[in-house]
């Protein structure tokens, strides 16, 4: 019987790229550059390249990358400054979620779990004014890295692998991860071109799937 649902923040709750793009804006303009448009691609395609050469996450490791591969010099005060702009942008999908996510916490313990920093996804949940419906907010500090079996197995917490289901964008990092410790898992997929069967559009599928599939 399903118990608790484990979702992804990252392109499934909220529209990362949009928040990152405007965070970014927000601090180039903040130091005068006027190029800020250039800039800022370029640094969204660096944190990306970053977390596909799986690196560790620490701030130090990630500001020594930025500086490898960046035209400017970061200190961790820049970084720092850089992802506290980046807290205050919360863009849900769509308006929608906060209707599902209130309904579902009637009915079942909800958390998070992503690949980035606590203190940044609490900030832009509760921007987006849905953390109130999650009982934990799962990071880099607290639960280690998706897809590592670790991060998803600390996600369940005091519950059974079996009575948790795992809500996500990604086929690696969420669904992948899911599976490999038994978890039932759910895909979002708004293209519908991913092959994977247990998938939906939206969060606003999510309670019809779960009554369909008598989880």
């Given at each position: 019987m399903l118990k608790k649902i484990i979702f992804d923040v990252d392109q499934t709750l909220l529209n990362t790229e949009k928040d990152c793009y405007d965070a970014y804006i927000d601090y180039f303009k903040s130091k005068g550059i006027t190029n800020y448009k250039e800039y800022t691609l370029k640094l969204y395609e660096i944190i990306d390249r970053y977390d596909e050469e799986k690196r560790d996450y620490s701030?130090?490791?990630?500001v020594e990358y930025l500086n490898?591969?960046?035209?400017?010099?970061?200190?961790k005060e820049d970084f720092n400054s850089i992802f506290?702009?980046?807290?205050?942008?919360?863009?849900l999908l769509n308006d929608s979620i906060k209707d599902t996510l209130k309904n579902l916490s009637k009915n079942y313990e909800l958390v998070t779990l992503s690949k980035w920093y606590v203190?940044?996804?609490?900030?832009?949940?509760?921007k987006a004014g849905i953390l109130k419906y999650f009982k934990k907010v799962y990071g880099i500090e607290n639960a280690g890295l998706k897809p590592e079996k670790k991060a998803f197995i600390t996600a369940c917490g005091d519950y059974k692998i079996e009575e948790c289901l795992?809500?996500?964008?990604?086929?690696?990092?969420?669904?992948?991860?899911?599976?490999?410790?038994g978890m039932k898992a759910v895909l979002i997929d708004p293209t519908g071109k991913k092959k994977y069967k247990n998938k939906i559009k939206s969060i606003n599928e999510l309670e019809d799937f779960?009554?369909?599939r008598n989880y």
């Open positions: 701030k130090e490791d990630l490898i591969h960046f035209d400017i010099n970061f200190t506290k702009t980046y807290q205050s942008h919360g863009t203190e940044d996804q609490e900030k832009r949940l509760e795992m809500v996500g964008d990604s086929m690696k990092s969420d669904i992948g991860g899911a599976r490999q410790i779960i009554k369909r």
